[in-house]
């Protein structure tokens, strides 16, 4: 173990990628647990089996939609809308930043992409309106994990995957903690607007404006609603109607607006290969990892090292979130999900959760290590986007990320929060 251990942080320290680091440690694991390597042959076979399931082929449709769609003008549509319903309060651009979110949290199913896209429009757009850059900023950044948390999620498909928990009921489970980490982060925008002396529109509200905007919106916000009534109404798998997502944009995209060409897609196929194949890799090589750890029963000694201090379910949940946020700051959160779902998804189920709440809290909290230093993904996007320093955005950060952490809370010990919409829609027994 103690191997591993120093390979992972030796190479992580030296800069080598996540991906590479963590599937050498893995190489190393299987050396050390067998005489003369025998183990190591299985590698590749690991390797390739961690890819070997077919819900992940939603990703790349899901990530090559989100692309379509932003480089049609979608987003400019969505923020448009936005600024019609909630632009007029104090802070209204950072109120329909929040409220942008959401609506493009049904087309993208990342935080980054969700961070990149508000980071090269509505954050210099913020800044010309009077908002200081850090704080426009961290306002996209607690806006971008709500696109993990409302469906389509990428975090939950590969959870529902590895675990064998249903991805439409994580997704069904996801939409109503999105949507009260959308209103609590507006709370505290209107707590902080006087404070801050927050920016506040001349425009005042107008039904008829509101409805133009809706009208110039109404393609982008078919696209969620397609994607969702599909799966949860038992219609198509997550795979299917992700391929389907990326038809729609194509047409929208093509036909529709007219804003992508030829040159344009091979470049969205490009990038989308691009992201799937980093976020492939580390699937892959964080499964050898996965078996080294089974082979020496550390999920086992985990679970135990957990029930040990207490078998209070209350205590081993907070014991729980505990260690995914602060492991969470320090390694990439898709790593992270396929090494400890495998241990903590089973712990929480043990205590009497739900797999679709156990699910949707794990999920949750590694959303928010995207916004936490030192290697939090959104904030590294952010200040790559527009130029603000890492520190900077993370002070004026922390009011956000306090109110997130009550939301997860709130979603850990209040199932009902989660389940709902599964129960309404028959995707749990509990």
Wanted: with cysteine; net charge positive; glycine share 10%.
């Amino acid at each position: 173990m103690i191997e591993v251990g120093l390979t992972f942080v030796i190479l992580l320290l030296l800069g080598m990628p996540i991906g590479y680091t963590i599937g050498l440690a893995g190489m190393v694991g299987m050396f050390t647990i067998g005489g003369q390597g025998r183990y190591l042959a299985m590698a590749p076979d690991r390797f390739f089996a961690g890819l070997d399931l077919f819900t992940f082929l939603a990703m790349p449709f899901f990530i090559l939609a989100g692309e379509i769609m932003n480089r049609s003008g979608i987003t400019d549509r969505l923020i448009g809308l936005a600024d019609a319903l909630v632009g007029y309060l104090r802070g209204g651009m950072a109120h329909s930043n929040m409220v942008a979110s959401v609506m493009f949290a049904g087309l993208s199913g990342a935080a980054t992409a969700d961070a990149a896209a508000f980071g090269n429009t509505l954050v210099p757009a913020m800044v010309k309106q009077g908002y200081s850059r850090p704080f426009a900023c961290a306002v996209t950044a607690a806006g971008s994990i709500i696109g993990p948390t409302i469906p389509p999620s990428n975090l939950m498909v590969i959870y529902g995957s590895l675990m064998g928990v249903s991805v439409a009921g994580l997704f069904a489970a996801g939409i109503l903690p999105g949507l009260l980490i959308c209103l609590v982060c507006m709370a505290t925008i209107a707590a902080l607007g006087k404070r801050l002396n927050l920016p506040v529109s001349k425009n005042r509200p107008s039904l008829m404006r509101i409805l133009l905007a809706f009208k110039d919106g109404l393609a982008a916000l078919v696209m969620p609603v397609m994607i969702l009534g599909a799966i949860l109404g038992g219609i198509t798998t997550p795979t299917e109607a992700a391929s389907l997502a990326v038809l729609y944009a194509l047409v929208m995209g093509c036909f529709v607006y007219r804003k992508v060409g030829w040159s344009d897609l091979y470049l969205m196929l490009m990038r989308t290969a691009r992201i799937t194949g980093v976020v492939f890799l580390i699937i892959a090589s964080a499964s050898i990892v996965g078996w080294w750890m089974t082979f020496n029963q550390i999920p086992q000694m985990i679970a135990a090292s957990f029930l040990a201090v207490s078998d209070n379910p209350a205590v081993i949940i907070a014991m729980v979130l505990a260690l995914l946020l602060i492991i969470g700051m320090f390694m990439d959160v898709n790593a992270l999900l396929i090494i400890l779902a495998p241990v903590l998804g089973p712990l929480s189920v043990a205590i009497g959760m739900d797999p679709v709440h156990a699910g949707v809290m794990i999920v949750l909290a590694l959303n928010l290590s995207l916004m936490t230093p030192p290697v939090g993904a959104c904030l590294f996007v952010l200040a790559s986007v527009t130029g603000e320093k890492i520190e900077r955005i993370a002070r004026s950060l922390w009011p956000f990320l306090l109110a997130e952490l009550a939301v997860l809370f709130l979603v850990a010990y209040w199932p009902s929060l989660t389940l709902t919409v599964p129960r309404w829609l028959g995707m749990t027994t509990n």
